[in-house]
């Protein structure tokens, strides 16, 4: 997948069919991070913490809703995906990159979760499995298609 | 704010030569004050010293505003153009800015990102969180 043309927010990716179907399968994951995940400080020395958490844990749960309807309307409604002589586009615009990111890094931060949040630099390493390797698969996948994203949005 | 100041009255000239057992104290003894204090009150330009007494209601760091630490942490999870990409949008950063903080949560662990009020610390962290960005809020 690559970005063919950006004009006015409005961005064209060059996608192959195993490509989009990659695609559907990284987005059809969201959401994985459990909302309880998210803390809203580390100490316990902000007011009233539990009214605090459960506001956080509201403002989440708004804006994962939202973007599983974004995700689900992308997936049912396939709008976004034109078959050209040169093969098939996806057009988003810029707003659509912003929440197509934060479902790409929900399921690429979950997958990481799953995997019992390895740290390379530390001595907590992937114990890798069979059970394990969906998640890892994910992961990158998930931040493949981010800096495919990323690259667009920050231009040439 | 409350002002409180000590009126001082001059020396009359020759109190001094009249009461040498009160020089130190700077007192005037019975007579020399009946004499004077008349006049004095009616000439003398009082001089004012500046407050130096502690306000109790204003000069007291605790009834200041506290402030909140927006921090994002470092995690190896999350890639850092799009950590970068998260803070341009989130506090509105020149991507020069945004890199700065972001390598500083790569090298050092963590970076303080702003400091607010509760509710302007609370609403970044909501929107931080949102990209699934380990940021949190400390008080100050």
């Given at each position: 997948m690559k970005l063919i043309r950006a004009r006015k927010e409005t961005f064209v990716f060059a996608i192959s069919p195993q490509e989009k179907s990659l695609l559907d399968e990284v987005l059809m994951l969201y959401p994985l991070i459990s909302p309880a995940h998210h803390r809203l400080s580390r100490k316990s020395n902000v007011v009233q913490p539990n009214d605090h958490q459960r506001l956080l844990e509201e403002s989440l749960a708004a804006q994962r809703e939202l973007n599983r309807k974004n995700v689900q309307a992308m997936l049912e409604k396939p709008g976004h995906f034109q078959t050209t002589a040169a093969g098939q586009q996806l057009t988003v615009s810029g707003p659509e990159i912003e929440w197509l990111l934060q479902v790409l890094n929900d399921v690429r931060v979950g997958s990481w979760i799953a995997l019992?949040?390895?740290?390379?630099?530390?001595?907590?390493?992937i114990a890798f499995n069979k059970k394990l390797l969906p998640h890892f698969r994910m992961m990158e996948l998930a931040g493949a298609f981010e800096t495919v994203f990323l690259d667009a949005l920050s231009g040439p | 704010m409350q002002r409180r100041g000590t009126v001082l009255l001059p020396r009359p000239r020759g109190a001094a030569h009249q009461s040498n057992s009160n020089q130190d104290t700077g007192a005037l003894d019975s007579c020399t004050r009946a004499f004077y204090l008349p006049i004095m009150a009616a000439t003398a330009t009082p001089e004012v010293r500046p407050d130096i007494d502690r306000d109790e209601e204003t000069d007291s760091s605790t009834k200041l505003e506290s402030g909140y630490l927006v921090i994002c942490w470092n995690d190896p999870v999350n890639l850092m153009d799009y950590v970068t990409h998260v803070f341009q949008v989130v506090f509105g950063w020149q991507r020069q800015k945004a890199k700065v903080h972001m390598l500083q949560v790569h090298n050092e662990g963590k970076s303080v990102l702003v400091r607010e009020s509760m509710e302007k610390a609370e609403f970044y962290v909501h929107q931080l969180q949102k990209y699934s960005l380990h940021a949190t809020m400390e008080r100050d």
């Open positions: 019992g949040s390895p740290d390379p630099e530390s001595d907590k390493k | -």
